[in-house]
């Protein structure tokens, strides 16, 4: 995700995010200043903090139709903290100082989150008199073992539950919790990677832990760590009671057709074989939040049916995904309202919210604990501004439980979806094979060769899983049996695979499993192993065989190689990968089976080799799992269903399941409809066209001369106002437009388009493919290509004048300009005279706006820049401690939503310090902040 997620860990404490002191802090600015031989002529210490929070805007909403449904909005706020040392209470392992950072002060600087501050916010709803106000908290075993051990040594925490309970016995008018402890997986695991017995086990103890903690039966509905989910997941939550789940709605998205897919949403394309959801024509770019790509505005908002088929019985286990708002969930865990413009943002979608049975559905989902969304303010006062908010707007905005939300507006159990593998934003985009966790191999200090230590992790996992299911074959009340499962389970906490790299992270699971091995491992010497291969989900590269992954990356070779990891206490035999492949251009029912069905192929058995990869971690792994692995080449333009099967020495089987890639031909995108790609990127500029831009649309190493095959508002019908020169109508009777493109050289097409605002129609967005006159066609990978129009008159250049003193000036960028290089800007500037600040001096080149940045100047000059601005508000992200940053096109004024900026620390220079109250064009200035988090900057 970018560098906007606010969905952190729950482990911030290392020293280079803590407070320096005062002092030393001094010091350090003096000397750093001193070494570029910049000014340092005035005290740069901190001040106290302030006493009372930042005052929010008010805002003036539209008022909407009294018969348009509301829009309903729920929050998810997520708690955890992970066992820091498999397994020792997390007093232990501060005592040892096993860490870098203190675990009692991560611990202790969260206390308002695990205590009152959430019961607080419900409280202030509740108070308010809405009949449907909650929120929905999911709380890690892990972190409950953590409070209660922090209790017992006295780090506070004292009767920590009463605050919850409290709230939790409170209901709402359908007789619901208004405080919803949602299910989860006890030691956090990435449920997508384990199997179905290992799921079941995390949350029946995290069933047990939550009803020793907290009042109230457990919930219907659950909340997969990460937001981790694959729809392979389904039975074992079925089969736990779970009625609901928490999904990440880009992945509703990405599994339906004409989605938006470009690389800017920061995850690669999906694969074909993912796409079986109907385009829902209702894309719309959200403004005013950091929103990559277009969303659905109301299918991507509502609660669908999801479903898993078992391969060996056909039975299908269905549950109800509920699709959590990504990139406003990310907004306002940056600290809540204030942060998140609710009305500005969610107005947007009001007009898409059409299906009074199935309104559209808000659910903001975030760490509950962490910085902005953890904060003393999002709970209270930007928690209680939105309450003031929705008072304001009853008529329009509703927030609601989950639980009230679908007993109210029950989905159509026929209304049933696919959804694509991913988590959240914020680690890895959201992608489908889980990068975080399952990082690609590379160069590591102690490896013999390419490895990675997600994968390594994931090798060890698989070996100790065998020992532990096997000694639980054998008896499974024995004291061994449920010490094993306690170790083990502890090994899969995601966050040993999030901090690659840092501290001991990586080598926690071979911790963990050792311990399980020891544990068990007499024990399962004395039974008969009934116990057939542990293995590791099958994983493939590339993921996107034959097709395009990522813009940049052209076309991937059709050739995958699938890989797994296998262990069996008595020895592996054999693993071999079957296959069966189809000219199917979606997955069907005769895909999910091992038996399949007519329009699906016999299957091919392929033996797969074996490949021992040693563990660098320490300690070294008491046993690691072997990779297995296999090529398969020669498939085109095929659909392929395969699973992986293993044996052991004793003849015991395991099977892993069916899992469906469609391998385009190596040379396109492998879009529906035989369509092939130019190999090579399609652009167009503007980059963020409005309607009022022509728009120039480039394709290079073309597949010879063609056409563009076009529409509007997702492949609507154009007005003729908007047809270029000798346009027709496709087939004769549209909706699509055929217009022929100029070929330019061998290899480039290029074509004008616009401008799109005729009064005869409103455009939102052109869908396009290029038809070749060979009879090629390039679809995107059967995505189509998707530009999105706004409706703002284009912004007119403007010039800004700033005059700087000869020496060196504190500067920044006042908007957009066509150069950024410093000494075009600054032409009497002294070479490698540019820095920005960042904890240290960096060296620059260029300019960016918002930063600000030191220049030494041989003489006083005026400079004027010719900028495009950059709207009414800019926000900046700053770091704790000083930031040097700068304004923008207009004189500005900061607000401090998140309540971070140490007061009276903004400051500007010119000669000497002084401090400032306003942010002219051209300047920079120091401001220093208690926390890292956004301020913005309002400009006149």
Request: no cysteine; aromatic share 12%; charged share 15%.
């Amino acid at each position: 995700m970018s560098s906007r997620s606010i969905f952190s860990r729950s482990i911030f404490s290392h020293p280079s995010f803590s407070h320096i002191h005062p002092i030393l802090l001094s010091f350090f600015l003096a000397f750093a200043l001193a070494f570029v031989q910049i000014p340092a002529n005035i005290s740069l210490a901190k001040t106290n903090p302030p006493s009372t929070e930042t005052d929010l805007p008010e805002t003036t909403p539209p008022e909407a139709s009294s018969t348009s449904p509301k829009i309903y909005i729920a929050f998810h706020w997520h708690m955890h903290q992970p066992i820091y040392w498999p397994y020792e209470s997390v007093v232990q392992t501060e005592n040892r100082g096993s860490y870098s950072f203190s675990l009692r002060e991560v611990h202790t600087s969260r206390s308002g989150a695990y205590t009152t501050w959430p019961a607080n916010a419900v409280q202030a709803g509740i108070n308010a008199g809405f009949d449907h106000f909650g929120a929905q908290v999911s709380f890690s075993g892990s972190l409950i073992e953590n409070l209660q051990a922090a209790q017992n040594a006295g780090w506070g925490f004292g009767n920590w539950t009463s605050p919850w309970n409290g709230v939790i016995n409170q209901t709402t008018s359908l007789g619901n919790r208004r405080m919803e402890m949602t299910g989860f997986g006890y030691h956090h695991p990435l449920m997508p990677l384990t199997d179905t017995k290992d799921i079941r086990k995390q949350v029946q103890w995290h069933k047990e832990i939550m009803g020793t903690t907290f009042a109230g039966s457990y919930s219907k509905g659950i909340f997969p760590p990460e937001t981790a989910f694959s729809t392979r997941i389904i039975p074992a939550l079925v089969e736990e009671g779970f009625e609901w789940v928490i999904v990440d709605n880009l992945h509703f998205e990405r599994a339906a057709e004409g989605a938006p897919v470009g690389d800017q949403s920061s995850v690669k394309r999906p694969n074909k074989a993912d796409i079986r959801n109907p385009n829902p024509g209702d894309w719309v770019q959200l403004n005013g939040l950091w929103a990559p790509m277009p969303v659905s505005a109301q299918w991507g908002h509502q609660p669908k049916y999801v479903s898993f088929t078992d391969p060996e019985t056909g039975e299908k286990s269905s549950i109800i995904a509920v699709p959590a708002s990504r990139y406003l969930g990310n907004e306002d865990g940056r600290g809540g309202f204030g942060a998140l413009q609710y009305d500005a943002v969610m107005s947007q979608l009001e007009s898409y919210n059409t299906d009074p049975d199935h309104p559209i559905l808000l659910v903001l989902h975030h760490d509950g604990d962490n910085h902005g969304g953890g904060s003393d303010s999002y709970y209270n006062s930007n928690f209680q501004a939105m309450i003031s908010w929705l008072q304001q707007n009853s008529h329009r905005f509703e927030v609601t439980t989950i639980q009230d939300y679908l007993e109210m507006f029950p989905p159509d159990p026929t209304d049933e979806i696919h959804i694509q593998d991913g988590s959240w934003l914020g680690a890895d985009g959201g992608d489908p094979e889980f990068k975080k966790w399952l990082g690609d191999e590379g160069s590591f200090p102690g490896a013999a060769g390419p490895y990675s230590p997600d994968q390594n992790s994931w090798g060890v996992i698989t070996a100790a899983k065998n020992f532990v299911e096997t000694a639980d074959q054998i008896n499974p009340n024995h004291s061994s049996t449920e010490q094993g499962w306690k170790y083990f389970l502890n090994g899969q906490a995601s966050d040993y695979w999030y901090w690659d790299g840092t501290e001991m992270w990586d080598s926690h699971p071979a911790r963990a499993s050792n311990l399980a091995i020891n544990e068990v491992q007499s024990l399962v010497s004395t039974g008969q192993d009934q116990t057939g291969p542990s293995m590791f989900v099958p994983q493939r590269t590339p993921y996107n065989p034959g097709a395009i992954e990522w813009d940049g990356e052209g076309v991937m070779p059709s050739d995958v190689d699938i890989w797994t990891y296998v262990f069996d206490v008595n020895g592996v035999v054999d693993v071999t990968l079957y296959y069966r492949v189809s000219d199917n251009q979606t997955v069907n029912s005769d895909h999910l089976t091992y038996a399949g069905g007519a329009s699906v192929g016999e299957w091919t058995a392929v033996a797969m080799q074996a490949n021992t990869i040693p563990s660098i971690t320490n300690p070294q792994p008491l046993y690691k799992a072997d990779e297995y692995r296999v090529t398969l080449t020669g498939l085109e333009n095929q659909m392929v269903d395969y699973f992986v099967e293993a044996k052991d020495e004793l003849g015991n089987t395991s099977r892993s399941i069916i899992q469906h890639v469609w391998i385009g031909n190596g040379n396109n995108g492998g879009g529906g409809g035989g369509g092939t790609d130019p190999n090579g990127p399609v652009s167009w500029s503007p980059e963020n066209p409005s309607v009022n831009d022509m728009i120039t649309l480039t394709i290079t190493n073309a597949d010879g001369p063609g056409n563009l095959h076009w529409g509007v508002n997702t492949w609507s019908q154009p007005d003729e106002s908007y047809w270029p020169e000798n346009s027709f109508l496709f087939q004769g009777n549209g909706p699509a437009i055929q217009t022929p493109m100029e070929l330019i050289g061998t290899d480039t097409l290029q074509i004008q388009l616009g401008p799109f605002n005729d009064t005869a129609q409103d455009v939102s967005n052109i869908s396009f493919v290029i038809s070749y006159q060979n009879g090629n066609w390039d679809n995107n990978s059967g995505n189509d290509y998707f530009i999105t129009l706004s409706d703002e008159p284009p912004v007119e250049e403007i010039e800004v004048a700033q005059n700087y003193n000869l020496g060196w000036n504190l500067v920044s960028l006042p908007g957009t300009v066509n150069h950024t290089t410093f000494t075009e800007l600054f032409p009497t500037a002294i070479s490698g005279t540019l820095y920005s600040f960042d904890g240290g001096y960096q060296a620059q080149e260029t300019l960016v706006p918002g930063t600000g940045y030191w220049v030494n100047l041989t003489t006083a000059d005026e400079v004027t820049f010719t900028i495009t601005p950059d709207g009414s508000q800019l926000e900046i992200p700053l770091t704790a401690g000083w930031n040097l940053i700068s304004g923008g096109s207009s004189v500005g004024t900061i607000l401090d939503p998140d309540d971070i900026i140490t007061p009276g620390t903004l400051y500007e220079f010119d000669g000497v310090y002084q401090t400032a109250t306003e942010l002219t064009p051209g300047k920079g200035y120091w401001i220093s902040a208690e926390l890292p988090g956004t301020i913005v900057i309002q400009m006149d």
